[in-house]
């Protein structure tokens, strides 16, 4: 077995491998620029995997990310995230060597990008289609005229296009809602394009989010997608519909503490700094914060267990429902595999305790 | 004002004094030990001020937190976690070096601590006075007797006495169901003391949780008590009553990405992998994640705002509510402080992310 001591993210390579294959046949056939999110795995050896099916163009969600990715050959990346402006330095040193993108969504932010912009700056306007969390509206016209006068009148930004993403898939019940919620986007977006195409020729309509891109049958009709935890997978994208529990990459194994076979439960090390407090609520009686799978020798691991979840989270501990003929077999210090409800925010945690198999 | 780029925990150290000083002194008030938790704060900056208050004994929430204080001359330090069979190599090197104490909680694990320590070891029993999540029941007196028979014919290891956390204070409706939890666990623990004295004389009875000990009179009748949390307190601990919102140690410094006053709402760098996703539900279509306040230019800050608060959280996005008149203030690039739910996983994210003032 594994010499495994703490809770420690287990990667299953093949099955990441596959799920990038599946995701980047789909931006082929659909004829889409592939840039895939790596805010999901921050993870060099991940994007190695990338890097060998030829992808070279990736999205981040923070400077620090662009920083650690550029540092590591990556030279065309966008950060999905609204300019900070209180980090034109950095971005103006990392736009001086790599090809970098940011979005803006206000003339405010773009008046200010554009006085102080040192390098050549590709910039998107983050459009909000419906998510209503960042970007402007279609209907905002007059905002976004603004923005792109400044953006035109700038010796170092370049207007790339519009780019939303559709995150409110995420709180979507079932597969229809989410293709409504695309087909909207995509209006949303060819309008714009439509628009200010003659304008700006080469201008782009970049589209992100796993629901919508795993389950789509394409993407037809965008320019470019820039999914991210397709590569991993979770249980929520389980229960959303993006994937079976096989396609999911990653497990944390967790020590077993104790058994308390009175109340089907057993204690693993692996708490809320592990898993990360993300969970599923059936109603307000039942959260679930992790699916239990039995680990192989080799670290690999199994379906599911029937019945079996992760029912809380303190700092470092975590509660495990099990069903009593699994708990018999159970002792203090073998491992359990706990599948997470957020592979993001999970992996995020254990930056510094992931193995790959 | 402080040069602040990124979410940044700031740890205002004269609060936190005084939280350390009203706990340090009920303690001596109620003559018990005072061995505080160090998992909230995870830093060697507030160890030093507890340091310089006189406290030498400590708690901690696992092996590498213990090996992080020990290397940093902490000689006193109780694992409150139920011991990990799979870390014993790194407990004997560390029991060796300081005056280490650990949990158990059932014979299995006793057993096979007495097989494998090869260094002195104190040995508390985990008692589970209501919380059910780990710990024997009072009533489990076979197993417990057991226990004991195991470690009085052990060489190295060393019975301390029982320990109890009770954690379901975090599920009280008020101070007066607090204070039956505490009462209840304190009857438990001295009838297991009055039981066993005379067998064990220096046998203790070890207590923690915050909403105990910060909202009781007094922590008489015990012979240690472990809070944590206190040290910074937060959101969740204002809404139990255990604190004013003046008494929160800590708040994380947000840059403005952008604001949308059609909505009320701001936009924030600040996710769930800097403040964590615990959050406060008042009913089902209405969570908090923090409160805000206006940062001062030394980095204090002031009330929160009536009205406002992190509304929702992505990976590194937050929602902010807030009220119009505020907002037309705020424009991106400024600061807004956000006050945790949760001090302890706020902090351990932002542990490399953290300025003191």
Redesign the interface.
């Known amino acids: 077995m594994l010499s495994?001591?703490?809770p420690t993210l287990i990667v299953n390579r093949a099955i990441a491998s596959r799920n990038i294959d599946r995701m980047l046949e789909k931006a082929r056939q659909s004829d889409v620029i592939f840039r895939p999110h790596f805010?999901t795995h921050q993870s060099e050896e991940i994007a190695q995997l990338f890097r060998e099916k030829r992808v070279d163009k990736i999205t981040v969600?923070?400077v620090?990310m662009a920083q650690f990715f550029a540092f590591r050959g990556w030279h065309n990346i966008t950060i999905a995230?609204?300019?900070?402006?209180?980090?034109m330095e950095?971005v103006n040193q990392l736009a001086s060597q790599i090809k970098l993108n940011i979005l803006v969504?206000?003339t405010?932010?773009a008046d200010?990008l554009a006085g102080q912009a040192k390098a050549e700056l590709g910039v998107f306007i983050k459009i909000d289609t419906g998510y209503?969390?960042?970007g402007l509206l279609p209907s905002q016209v007059i905002e976004t005229e603004s923005v792109l006068n400044t953006l035109e009148h700038s010796s170092f930004l370049h207007f790339k296009g519009f780019l939303t993403h559709a995150?409110h898939t995420y709180h979507a019940r079932g597969r229809q809602e989410i293709m409504q919620i695309k087909a909207s986007a995509l209006a949303n977006l060819q309008q714009l394009k439509e628009k200010y195409k003659s304008r700006f020729p080469d201008l782009k309509i970049s589209y992100g989010d796993t629901p919508s891109c795993s389950q789509a049958a394409d993407c037809k009709g965008f320019d470019e997608i820039r999914p991210g935890n397709f590569v991993y997978f979770d249980v929520m994208q389980y229960h959303l519909g993006s994937c079976s529990p096989a396609d999911i990459a990653v497990a944390v194994a967790c020590?077993v503490?104790?058994?308390h076979p009175e109340?089907e439960e057993a204690?693993v090390?692996g708490g809320?700094?592990h898993l990360?407090?993300?969970f599923i609520a059936a109603d307000?009686n039942f959260r679930l914060y992790g699916y239990i799978v039995k680990l192989n020798r080799d670290g690999s691991w199994g379906t599911p267990v029937n019945g079996a979840y992760v029912s809380?989270l303190?700092?470092?501990?975590g509660?495990v429902k099990l069903p009593k003929n699994e708990l018999k077999n159970l002792?203090?210090?073998d491992l359990l595999g706990v599948l997470p409800v957020h592979s993001?925010?999970t992996a995020?945690?254990l930056k510094d305790e992931t193995h790959f198999i």
Chains 1, 2 share one sequence.
């Open positions: 495994i001591k703490n805010k969600s923070s620090k995230f609204p300019f900070n402006v209180l980090e950095t969504e206000s405010l932010v200010q209503h969390r960042t995150g020590p503490m104790a058994t109340r204690v090390y809320a700094v990360s407090k993300e307000d809380s303190s700092q470092e501990h509660i002792k203090p210090g993001c925010l995020n945690l």
